[in-house]
Nanobody
């Protein structure tokens, strides 16, 4: 069983940056797809960005050009660099890994963007 632990959330002013990390408890090189999701207050969880084991990336429309997802297989860690943050980016950010038919989730890290 893989455990995912997010870190790096916090309070930032609009226009600022944060880098989130997702540390896995095992080697992630064989995990085909990993991603970041977020859940804003009162809203459903939504995809932010995803990355394959081959490095292909996919971003939700509003994040393109502002967020960058990456993974360091040697460190068993995935990252989300978030720039030009907006108040609407506020939410709990979750790390996700797809293992076969299973979806694994971290506990989430809170990002709050003040205006």
């Amino acid at each position: 069983q893989v455990q995912l632990v997010e870190s790096g959330g916090g309070l930032v002013q609009a226009g600022g940056s944060l880098r989130l990390s997702c540390a896995a408890s095992r080697v992630i090189g064989s995990i085909r797809t990993m991603g970041w999701y977020r859940q804003a207050p009162g809203k459903q969880r939504e995809l932010v960005a995803a990355i394959t084991s081959g490095g292909n990336t996919n971003y939700a429309g509003s994040m393109k050009g502002r967020f960058t997802i990456s993974r360091d297989n040697a460190k068993n860690t995935m990252y989300l660099q978030m720039n030009s943050l907006k108040p609407e980016d506020t939410g709990v950010y979750y790390c996700n890994a797809v293992l076969g038919s299973r979806q694994l989730w971290g506990q989430g890290t809170l990002v709050t963007v003040s205006s």
